[in-house]
């Protein structure tokens, strides 16, 4: 009876269509969703678990340095540095500075020239052997207050800080500062009902993604399958033994 055929034209066949729409009989199939939730699709989440980003170095999921000292913490009792990987050392100050020292940790400063220091006109020592760096002036040169650039280092090695921060005022007195350690901004899914859920985030990017109604986040169907193998579906076999038919037209 040629009203009973099934997805391939076949007369009371077995063969049904699955959501890549492929027609056979083959009731294990690879037809599952990428991350994208599409049918068959190649996306695949990357090392930072955006889907189909292509990301491979997990180091550069998230994460920024700070680049300009006015971005440095407002505080009314605190004033900072902070030393990019550049080498740039960063400065947000409540008072004017006549004089600075401090230690670079991890690596041996080479050189230290420019910034608002040196347009200040002041003296820029930085000693290699003892990784200390100063600025002075002879002639009554500061750097105002407010933030930017204080100076900038020549580096040998991975520098991790500054340390022994001693910074004077016009009067001689001592400025309170303190070294700003930038905290890592992870960037990823902070909704732990997304399928791409990221516990280690620390600043929602926007990229969760959740799985398709009755589905899990592999793909699986987690409800019912219907005789099309479509999950969730209703459709039946009728009378002729076709999925989804209309069952015996009348008068055959």
Do not use: R
């Not at 500061?142 to 100076?151: A, D, I, K, N």
């Not at 409800?223 to 009728?238: H, L, Q, R, Y």
């Amino acid at each position: 009876n040629t009203s009973c055929a099934d997805c391939a034209g076949v007369p009371n066949g077995d063969n049904v269509e699955d959501n890549c729409e492929t027609c056979d009989n083959n009731p294990v199939n690879d037809c599952e969703q990428d991350c994208a939730g599409t049918w068959g699709g190649s996306a695949v989440l990357d090392v930072c678990g955006e889907c189909d980003g292509g990301e491979t170095d997990p180091d550069n999921c998230g994460g920024s340095d700070i680049t300009d000292g006015c971005d440095l913490p407002d505080d009314p009792n605190t004033s900072y540095l902070h030393l990019t990987a550049a080498g740039s050392v960063l400065y947000k100050s409540l008072y004017d500075i006549a004089g600075f020292q401090f230690t670079v940790d991890g690596a041996s400063p080479t050189g230290a020239s420019g910034g608002d220091a040196g347009a200040a006109g002041m003296m820029i020592q930085a000693n290699s052997a003892t990784n200390i760096v100063l600025g002075f002036s002879l002639t009554g040169g500061v750097v105002p207050e407010g933030c930017g650039t204080l100076v900038e280092l020549d580096l040998t090695g991975d520098a991790t800080g500054l340390s022994g921060i001693i910074m004077s005022d016009t009067a001689g007195g001592a400025i309170y500062f303190e070294y700003y350690e930038e905290s890592e901004t992870i960037a990823g899914c902070m909704d732990d009902s997304a399928c791409n859920y990221n516990s280690d985030a620390t600043e929602d990017d926007g990229s969760c993604e959740y799985a398709e109604e009755n589905y899990d986040c592999d793909g699986n169907c987690i409800v019912e399958v219907d005789c099309f193998g479509e999950c969730g579906g209703n459709a039946v076999v009728d009378e002729c033994g076709v999925c989804g038919g209309s069952g015996i037209p009348e008068g055959e």
